[in-house]
């Protein structure tokens, strides 16, 4: 189907080429009258801007780019949800990439952003250092980025996210105070905001009695979590002093929260019987399924609304030519326990 172009619209009304474009561009120097009739044609023969055209022009499009690990994490879905509704609303489109937890998936999200002349890009890296001379080079020469949830990442940048060692911290000292002495932290391996996570649960344990009190961090692949939990069970049990069984456990992510933590469970050479669980996840689902665990919700949809306030200020600012000043925001983690 052969797509109708505005030479042909301004052929059609006698108009010229300028008068058609400034009209459906709202331009102030038409009259309300020309603006309608050029419209009404315009949406008599479904004329559809051309975007690609339009971004060759002016040398930046209309569309966002939202670069996430995966698109399968409810925590991601939420987020995308939002920030997509809240771009909706204004002349700006959303394109989604996944990376797959690969760097270099990635790099090519990160080229295809580029090609297609995105006016920026909102992205959850791969680890704390992943493409950072390519994303300092965009950030420099060609569009505002935002890196949200992993804000650990190097590269000086505005970034909204949760401070993972004080969730942490939180999440230990809840199991502690309700009488753990044996808490198993199980992460992503890979992730950078790992770091973060490790000295939370240290400070929670600061000052506590080695003989009566333990930990450990339990690293899981992304990409095949169950099955690399079943490799590192033997760890687990060599790791076990004197018989001693986890009657705590905190898991970081959905993924984690939602199949790993219901397999390890399953265990009891390793999980003390009556153990106290808290898992990080967006999944309603699991507060119906284990009412006795502690949720804590990450604020997906309220670091949408930041990414998306923060990017029209930070395009405002290029356009302006407005060096801007880069911040780190936090939000709070929701916690829900029955």
Known sequence: MQH?????????????????????????????????????????????????????KSGVSNSIAVIVPFLSSPFFIDFFEEITMLFSKTNYN???????????????????????RVAAIVISPVHDNSNCSKLGYIQKQVCPVVLFDRTNHQLEASKIGVQHKREIFIAADKLLKQG????????????????????GIKKAFFGKEKLVYNWSVLEIEYSHPNEDLKKQLGRLLEEQEGGRQYDGIIATTDTLTTKVLPLLLTYEGI??????????????YVRILNP???????????????????????????????????????????????
């Open 292 to 338: 006795t665990w502690t949720i804590f919700t990450q604020p997906s949809r309220q670091m949408a609304i930041r990414c998306y306030e923060t990017i029209l200020e930070l395009i405002r600012c290029k356009k302006l030519h407005i060096n801007p000043e880069y911040n780190t925001d936090f939000l709070d983690i929701i916690p829900y326990s029955r």
């Open 94 to 116: 959303v394109i989604l990439f996944q990376t797959f937890n690969s760097p270099s998936k990635e790099s090519e999200a990160l080229d295809i952003a580029i090609q297609n």
């Open 180 to 199: 753990c002495r044996n808490i198993l932290l199980v992460c992503c391996k890979g992730i950078g905001d790992n770091d973060a996570r490790v000295l």
């Open 4 to 56: 109708v172009t505005i030479k042909e619209i301004a052929r059609a009304l006698n108009l010229s080429f300028s008068t058609v474009s400034r009209s459906l561009n709202d331009n102030y120097q038409i009259s309300a009258k020309t603006k309608t009739l050029v419209k009404d044609y315009a949406a008599s023969v479904n004329y559809t801007p051309n975007l690609a055209a339009k971004a060759l």
């Open 271 to 284: 999980i003390a019987e009556g153990v106290q669980v808290i898992g990080f996840s967006n999944t309603v």
